[in-house]
C-alpha cells in the first residue's frame, strides 16, 4: 500500500513540545487513522510533527505525493481544530458574539470561504453565506471550519476532536461527511473518548504519556485496548477539601436567581431565541437542551450579563432587573462560567495557574499580582482536578484538552453560587470527565449552589440535574 506520510525517529525542535521518546509512524492511502489517548497524552503533538506544524531537530518526515502544479506542499497538509474557527485567536470576537451591531472586522461567511464556498461542501455551506462567521453555533462553525479545509482538496487531512459541540443528528451527519472525505483524502483524526470513534476508522495509535503505541488494526485494538474509565468516584479526604474550598464562596440570601419574560432576540433578522418565561431559584440543578443553533449560548450570554441585549428584555439577575444601576461585574463576580467561545479566545501565554487565578477577578489571565492566598486557592482547585502538575506550564504549551480543563477548574476558583457550564466537559478523556462530573455533583450538593448546563451528552449530566429547559421546540 503505498505511504501517504511516514515520520522516522521525529523528535520536535522546540524543548517543551516534545514526547517522551523519538516517534515513528506511517500512514498509507486508504487507511483512516485515530490517533487515540488521554489529554496531555501526545496525540496533537504528534500530529504536530506529522503535519509539519512542528518542526523536526532529528529524525526524518517524508510524505508519498508531489504538489501539482502551482501548489505548495502546505496546501496539500490540512488541519482543523476548534480553534481557529474564526480564523485567530482574537479576544474581541468574545464581546463582538454578542454585540451584533458592531460587526467591524467580522466577515460574512461568503467573504471568509472565498472560493471554498464552491467546494466539496457547497450545498451545506450555501446557507450560511449570508451571515456573519461570529453568529453562526459550535456546529455551523465546524462546517465551515471543515469547508475551508478541504476547499483545496488535501491529501492529508487533520480533525482534532472532530464531534465535540455537536448534537446527536449533526455528529451522525458529520460522520457521514468525514467517512465521504475519506474515500479520497487520507483521514487523521485526534480521539480522547472510546464513544467517538466512529465505525470508519481502520487502524488505530495509542498515544499515552508522551509515548506513540504501534498503529494496530482497528479489530487488534478493541481487542487490546483498556477497558473505558468508570466510576470517578470522590475520596472523603477530596470531599473534605471540597467542602472547605466551597465554604469560602458566599452563597446570597436571595431564591430568585434568573427570571426572564418574554425574551425575543434576532439579529439582521434571522431569530436566536425566543423564551416566554423561565425562572431559576436557589439550589435548582438546570440542564439547557436543543439543537445546535437552538439559542443555548445566547441564553447563557444574557445570564452572564455578557449581551447588551439583555437591556431589552425583561431580565432580572438575583433579584435585581438588568439596568437598575448594577455593573457587569457585579453579577460576574457570583457567576463561574465556562463555554467554547471562551476556550476558542483564550490564548495567553501564562501560567496555568495565573489563567485560573483570572476566575478570581473576571479576567482572562491575570492583570494584576496574585497573592499567596490566592495562588494557594487556585493550587487547591487544581488538586482537586488532577491539574496542579500543570500549575506553572505555560497555558499555550497545554494540550487543548488540559486547557479546556484549567478553564473549568477557572470557574470554580471563586466558589461561585451559580455556575454557568456551557458544555464544560468537551474534549476531556473518560478519566477526567467522570472525576469533572462527580466533582461538579458535589460540589452544588455540598454548597446548594444553583447550576445551568449545557451538554450534547446525556451521561455527562451530573446526577444533581433536576430541571431541564428544551430551546428551539414549538
Known amino acids: 500500500m503505498p505511504e501517504v506520510v511516514r515520520l522516522t525517529g521525529g523528535v520536535a525542535r522546540d524543548p517543551l513540545r516534545r514526547l517522551a521518546r523519538p516517534a515513528s509512524l506511517s500512514i498509507g492511502e486508504g487507511e483512516v487513522v485515530a490517533l487515540f489517548g488521554p489529554n496531555g497524552g501526545g496525540k496533537t503533538l504528534l500530529a504536530g510533527m506529522l503535519s509539519g506544524a512542528l518542526p523536526l531537530s532529528e529524525g526524518r518526515l517524508e510524505y508519498g505525493f ?15 481544530s476548534f480553534r481557529d474557527a474564526y480564523g485567530g485567536n482574537l479576544p474581541a470576537y468574545y464581546q463582538q458574539r454578542w454585540n451584533r451591531w458592531d460587526g467591524s472586522g ?6 471568509a470561504l472565498g472560493t471554498a464556498a464552491g467546494g466539496p461542501l457547497a450545498d451545506r455551506v450555501e446557507p450560511l453565506l449570508t451571515r456573519r462567521v461570529i453568529e453562526l453555533s459550535t456546529g455551523e462553525l465546524r462546517l465551515f471550519r471543515m469547508a475551508r479545509a478541504v476547499a483545496g482538496r488535501p491529501r492529508l487531512l487533520f480533525v482534532d476532536n472532530p464531534f465535540i459541540g455537536l448534537d446527536a443528528e449533526a455528529r451522525s451527519q458529520f460522520a457521514t461527511l468525514l467517512a465521504r472525505l475519506a474515500r479520497t483524502t487520507t483521514v487523521v483524526l485526534l480521539l480522547c473518548r472510546r464513544v467517538e470513534m466512529p465505525s470508519f476508522v481502520t487502524h488505530v495509535v495509542g498515544v499515552e504519556q ?3 503505541g504501534p498503529k494496530l488494526p482497528r479489530a487488534k485494538w478493541e481487542q487490546t485496548a483498556s477497558a473505558p474509565a468508570v466510576g470517578g468516584g470522590l475520596s472523603p479526604a477530596d470531599l473534605d477539601s471540597l467542602a472547605a474550598l466551597s465554604a469560602e464562596g458566599a452563597v446570597p440570601s436571595c431564591d430568585e436567581v434568573v427570571s426572564c419574560r418574554d425574551v425575543r432576540i434576532s439579529y439582521d433578522g434571522h431569530p436566536v431565541l425566543r423564551l416566554d418565561a423561565w425562572d431559576v431559584r436557589r439550589g435548582e440543578c438546570w440542564a439547557l437542551t436543543g439543537g ?8 447563557l450570554s444574557l445570564v452572564c450579563a455578557d449581551n447588551p441585549m439583555a437591556y431589552a428584555c425583561r431580565i432580572r439577575l438575583f433579584g435585581a ?11 460576574k463576580r457570583r457567576i463561574g462560567f465556562v463555554s467554547p467561545e471562551l476556550f476558542a479566545v483564550c490564548n495567553r501565554p501564562v501560567a496555568a495557574v495565573d489563567v485560573v487565578a483570572g476566575g478570581l477577578h473576571d479576567t482572562l ?18 488538586r482537586l482536578f488532577g491539574t496542579e502538575a500543570l500549575a506553572d506550564v505555560p497555558y499555550t504549551h ?11 477548574v477557572r470557574a470554580f476558583v471563586k466558589s461561585p453560587p451559580l455556575l454557568v457550564l456551557d458544555e464544560p466537559f468537551q474534549g476531556l478523556d473518560d478519566a477526567r470527565l467522570l472525576r469533572a462530573r462527580a466533582l461538579l455533583d458535589a460540589y452544588v450538593r455540598l454548597g446548594h449552589r444553583t447550576l445551568i448546563m449545557v451538554s450534547h451528552y446525556e451521561d455527562e449530566l451530573p446526577p444533581c440535574i433536576d430541571r431541564r429547559l428544551a430551546l428551539g421546540e414549538t
Open 292 to 299: 445546535n443553533g437552538s439559542g443555548k449560548s445566547t441564553l
Open 398 to 408: 497545554l494540550s487543548g484538552g488540559e486547557q479546556r480543563l484549567v478553564l473549568l
Open 106 to 111: 467580522c466577515p460574512m461567511v461568503a467573504e
Open 321 to 331: 432587573a438588568r439596568g437598575g444601576g448594577e455593573s457587569i461585574w457585579d453579577i
Open 66 to 80: 508531489t504538489p501539482a502544479a502551482g501548489r505548495r506542499l502546505s496546501d496539500e497538509v490540512a488541519y482543523v
Open 210 to 212: 508522551r509515548c506513540v
Open 365 to 382: 489571565g491575570l492583570l494584576r499580582r496574585t497573592s499567596s492566598a490566592e495562588r494557594d486557592r487556585c493550587l487547591a482547585w487544581m
